[in-house]
C-alpha cells in the first residue's frame, strides 16, 4: 500500500501545536455540525483506533472489530475505487477514498461516514493508548511529550509537532498517518476552525458545515485562503483584510504541510498528474516532491492548475521561509549561528520572509562565515526561484504593474519578465519605471544576489550558455568570475546579443550597489568600512548609501596623491582591492549605464547631444566631445572619469581590447604594469601608427587625444609633473593646449634670455616636451592651427587623413592657396619646426632610420641641419631625401624658417635687405627676397664671413635643384616647363635645370625669369662650387692647377681662366669647353646687364678674363693723373708767391 512505502515524513514545527483531544471535541461543539441522516454508528467494543496500531506496523494484521467496508454507504463505492486487498484495513480504506480523483465523486452518505470516523480517530482518548504503545521510545526520548498530563489526548498532538525528530519507523509511520487524515479537512486542524470562520465567509471560499461540502472542496477552502493571502500582499487597497490570526493558522497550516506534498490537498490533487508525469521516481517526505515540481513548474507540459497551485505555494514561502521544508531543515542551525532566528515568543514579522532569510544568511556568507554547504544549496534554489517567477515577490507584483502590463506581458517564464523590467530599469529612452519599482528590483536583485552565482539567473544562464562554454570554460560551474569573465567578452566575437542584453541588464543593478559583487566585497570590504565607513553586507546607511561606497573606494585608490598632501599608508587602498576596483571601472567603461553617477547626472544631456549615438561605447565619447557643453554637475563627473582614464587608460576596455595587438607588440611591458600611470596611453599615442595599429584603436587612441585637449588634468603624467608649474605659472588657463603655449613660452623666453635658473622645472620640461611631440602629429591636436583651417581643410584636402601629421603636410603643400589666418598658423608652425626639428613630426618619423644612422650625437635642434649635410650620401633614405628637400624649399622661402642663417645674418640682413623687410608682413613668407638680396651681396663679396659661409651653403645646394630657389622657381617656372622639361621631369638634383636655363638664356622670354638666370650666373662668378656642372667638369684641373687656392671669393674661378689663358696648361677638354662657354654667357651678361652701380663694376672687372689688362690701364690711368697733379700744383705754388710779394 502507498502508506507503507512512503519514506520516513520530517516537518520543522514551531509555533501553533495541532489540537489535543479535548480542544478537538471543542471544535466539533463549536462547529456545530449537523448530523446526517441515518448516521453509522461505531461499535463501542471495537474502536477504531485498534486499526491504528496495524496502519503503522511493517505487518499490517487483519483487524477483527469494525469494518469500513462493511458499512452499506460506502460499499458500492469501494468496490468502484479501491483495490480488494485494501478492503480489510480501515486506513487503507479512507487514503483509498480521500485521495480518489477529483472527478470521480462518491455517495453523500458515504462522505459523511468517512467524516466520522477521522473525527473520532482524532478524538477517541483510548488513541493516546496506541500511541503510547507505537511510540514508546520516541515519546522517552522527546522530553516535551513524555512530560505531557497523560489521559487529555495531548501526547498525540505533541509527537506531530515533533514528528521530524522522529527515528523510530513504526511510530513514524502510525504519526505520519495521523497527519495525513488531519490535513484532509482543514476543520479537523487545531484552531483553525475558530480563526478563519469569519474570513472563510467574507472570502467566500466554502462552507462550514459539514456535508455541504466534500473533502476535495475542503482542500480548496485552504487554497482559497492562501490565495487571498497573498493576493493581499501584492495589492495597495485591502478591500477584505485577512485577520492577523487567520494570516497566521494559513502559514502554520502550510508549514506542517511542507514535507509531503500530500498534506496540501489543493496541490495534491492539482498536480497528482504532474507528479507521475515530473516526479514519478521522487519519493514523498522531506518536501522532495514539492521541490521537482518546483524545478519542472515552467515546462511545457506542465498542467496549469498544477503550475497556480506551485505559485501559490511558491508565494506563502516567500511570506514565511519556514513553508518550505527543506530550506528551513537544512538552515536551522545556520539561522541560529548568524542569529538570524526569530523569538518565538514574538509573533511572526518581517524577519520570518524568505528574502530576510537569504540576506541574513548571504550577509555571512560574503563576510567568510561558516554557513554549512546544505544550507547553501537549499538559498541557491530559492534564489533562482525569485529570479524565475517575479510574482513570487509581492513588491514587484504591487509597484511593478503598470511597466508588467505596458511592456512585459506575456514574459511570465523563466525569468523573462524580469528581465523585461531590468531593461526599462536601465533607462531606455523609449520607456521610463517608476522609481518605487525600480527600488523593488534592486531589492529583489539583492536578496537573489546573482553576482554570486550566474545559474541564480536561468534567462542569463541560458541565453549565456554557449559563451561560457567558449570563452569561460576554465573557470568553476557557479564562480562568480563567470560574469566577470562574460563581461570582459562584451561586444567581443564570442558574445551572442541574446547573452550580451541579459548581461547588461543585469549589470546595471550590480553597478548600483557594490555589495552585490561578491569579488569586490570580499576584497574591499576592510577598506571600506575602514575609509568609507559601511555597515554589514545588508544593512545600508543614510550617510553612506551602497551607491556611494564604490564612489568612495576609487577616490582613494586614485585621487589621494591630489589632495595637496601626503598620504599616509592607513589612506591607502589594499593591493587586492584596488584590483577589483580597477576590474569594475574597466567594465563601467562598456556602457555609461553601468556607471550610476554618470547615468544619473548625465541624463538630459545624453539626450541632447548624443540621441544619436547608440554604438557600443559612442555615449561616453559623445559627452566627452561635448564637454563644454554639459551641465555642470554632468561635466564635473564625465571631467573625473576622463582623469581616471588619464592615469590607467585600462579602464576603457573598449579601447584595450580594440589595441590588443598593439599593446603586445610594443607596449606589453606598461600594460602588464599592476598600477598604470599614463604610461600605457603613452605607448600607445607612440606606436600609433606601426603596422599592427588598427583603425579601432587608431580612432580611439586619438579621441583621447582630443579629449586631453579641453584640460590639461586629463593626462596624467602633464598634470603630475607639471601641476606646480601651472599653478605657479599659468593659473586660470585649463584648456590643455594653452597651458602647453604657456609653458613653452615660459621656456623659450628663459633660454632666449639666458636666465641661470628656469622657472619651468626639469621635470616639467621633459614632460612639455612629450606633449609638445604628441601635439605635432594631429593637427586636430593643436586647436589654434586647426580652427582657422577648418574650411581649408575641406577645401585642399578632403580626402587626407589627420594622423601621422598628414594634413598638416598638406595644407604645408598646398600654402600659396591657404585663407590668409591658416596661411599664417601654417606660417609659425613651420617656424616653430625648423627651430626645433623634433616638432616636425613627419620629418622625424620619415627619416627615424636616418637620423639613427647619420646624427646620434647631434643636439635634438641641429636634427635637420645634420640630415641636409649628409643628404647625398650613397647610404641616405630617398624617402628621408626627399624629405630633407621639401624642408630645405621652406627654408628658403623666408630666412626666418631657417634659424641657422638668421644667426649667422642677424647684422648683414638690416643692413641690406632693410628694404624687403619694410614691406614684409609679420606672418607671411618674404617668398626667398631676403636670401636672393644675400646672395647678391655675397657675390659683390660684402657679407661678414658667417653669413657669407650660410649663403654658399645655400648657393651650392640650390645650384642643384632650382626648387630651392623660389625666387627662380617663381619667376621661371613657366620657362622651365617650355624649355627644360625633360630635366625637369628627371629630379635628379645635379643642376641641369640650371644648366638648361643658362644654356637657352637667349631663348627665355620673361624679364624677371632672365635677370634671375644672370644672377645665378654673376653668383657662379664668385664661387665655383656655386656652379656644379663647371666644377664636376673641372674637378681635376682644380686639383691639379689649382689645390693651392682657397675656395670662395672667385679665387678658384679666376686660378681656372688664368689656366685658360696660360697656353702652357692643358686643361680637361670638357673644363675648357665649359669654361669658355660660362666667358660667353658673361659677355652676354654683361651686355644686357649693364652694371648699376660702382659694386657691380668692380665684380664684372674683377671676373673679367682680362682682368690684370683692365687693371693695368686703370692704374696707368691713376699714376698721369697722379703727375699731372704734381705738375699743376707747382705752377699753382709760383702764381702764390709772387702775389704774395707784391
Known sequence: MAAYSRSQLLLLLWFVPLCGFGSVLGLKAASGPADPPNP???????????????????????ATGWKLSEEEACREDLTRLCPRHTWTNNLAVLECLQDRREETEIAPDCNHLLWNYKLNLTTDPKFESVATEVCKSTITEIKECNEEERGRGYLVSCLVDHRGNISEYQCNQYITKMTSIIFSDYRLICGFMDKCKEDINNLRCGSINIGHKDIHSQGEVIACLEKALVREAEQQDHVRPI????????LRVAELSSDDFHLDRHLYFSCRDDRERFCQNTPAGEGKVYKCLFNHKFEEAMSEKCRDALTTRQKLISQDYRVSYSLAKACKLDLRKQRCSLDTNLPRAREARLSYLLLCLEAAVHRGRPVSGECQGEMLDYRRMLMEDFSLSPEIVLHCRTEIEAHCSGLHRKGRTLHCLMRIGRGERSTSIDSVCQSALQTLIQSADPGADYRIDRALNEACESVIQTACKHIRTGDPMILSCLMEHLYTEKMVEDCEHRLLELQYFIS?????????????????????HTHGWNETSELMPPGAVFSCLYRHAYRTEEQGRRVTPVEHLSRDCKVEVQRILHQRALDVKLDPELQKRCMTDLGKWCSEKTDTGQELECLQDHLEDLVSAC?????????????????DALLIRACEPVIQAHCHDVADNQIDTGDLMECLVQNKHQKEMNEKCSVGVTHFQLIQMKDFRFSYKFKMACKEDVLRLCSNIKKKVDVVICLSTTVRNDTLQDVREQRVTLKCRKQLRVEELEMSEDIRLEPELYEPCRSDISRLCPNVN?????????LKEQKKQLSQRCHQRIFRLQEAEMTDPELDYQLMRVCKQMIKRFCTEADARNVLQCLKQNKNSELMDPKCKQMITKRQITQNTDYRLNPVLRKACRADIPKFCQSILNKASEDSELEGQVIACLKLKYADQRLSPDCEDQIRVILQESALDYRLDPQLQMHCSDEISRLCAEEAAAQEQTGQVEECLKVNLLKIKQEACKKEVLNMLKESKADIFVDPVLHTACALDIKHHCAAVAPGRGRQMSCLMEALQDKRVRLQPECKKRLQDRIDMWSYAAKVAPAEGFSDLAVQVMTSPSKNYILFMIALGVCILFLVGLLCGRITKQVTRELKDR
Not at 453509522?40 to 487483519?62: E, F, N, T
Not at 557594490?514 to 569579488?519: A, E, S, V, Y
Open 243 to 250: 485577520k492577523e490570526d487567520c494570516k497566521r493558522a494559513i
Open 635 to 651: 561635466r564635473d563627473v564625465v571631467g573625473n572619469l576622463t582623469e581616471l582614464e588619464s592615469e590607467d587608460i585600462q579602464i
Open 40 to 62: 453509522p454508528v461505531l461499535r463501542p467494543a471495537d474502536p477504531p483506533g485498534k486499526d491504528a496500531p496495524a496502519a503503522g506496523a511493517s505487518q499490517p494484521r487483519r
Open 512 to 532: 548600483r550597489d557594490w555589495k552585490m559583487d561578491p569579488l569586490l566585497y570580499k576584497k574591499c570590504q576592510g577598506d571600506a568600512s575602514r575609509l568609507c
Open 802 to 810: 589627420f594622423g601621422n601629421a598628414q594634413m598638416i603636410e598638406c
